[in-house]
């Protein structure tokens, strides 16, 4: 049974210490009112983890800003889907270019 994100309270559990640290890396760009999502961590087990890390970081921290940059999917079905449930303006399309000699 998953664990739920808001439910983060430390035990001799070693599982739910684990759970108790969600972990993020974001980086904002005031001059074009943009922010990145570029990491994101938690365990998959806790239901609602990176909800909670996208919510809790817009809420705290993107106020003024037009975009929240998730970036890259990597091709993975569920991140994918995932950032599509955040209802995005718009996807840019990815291109891979290689210099020739």
Known sequence: MAK???DTSASSNS????AS??????NKNPELKNAVAQIEKAFGDVQGAYTIINQ?????????YTYINRED???Q???RKAKK??????QVEK???KLLD
């Open 73 to 75: 999917d990597s091709g």
């Open 95 to 97: 291109y891979a270019a």
């Open 15 to 18: 599982k739910a210490a684990k």
């Open 85 to 90: 449930s955040y209802n995005p303006a718009f």
């Open 4 to 6: 739920k994100a808001a």
């Open 77 to 79: 079905e569920g991140l």
């Open 56 to 64: 809790e970081f817009a809420k705290h921290n993107c106020q003024d």
């Open 21 to 26: 640290k969600i972990e993020a890396v974001f």
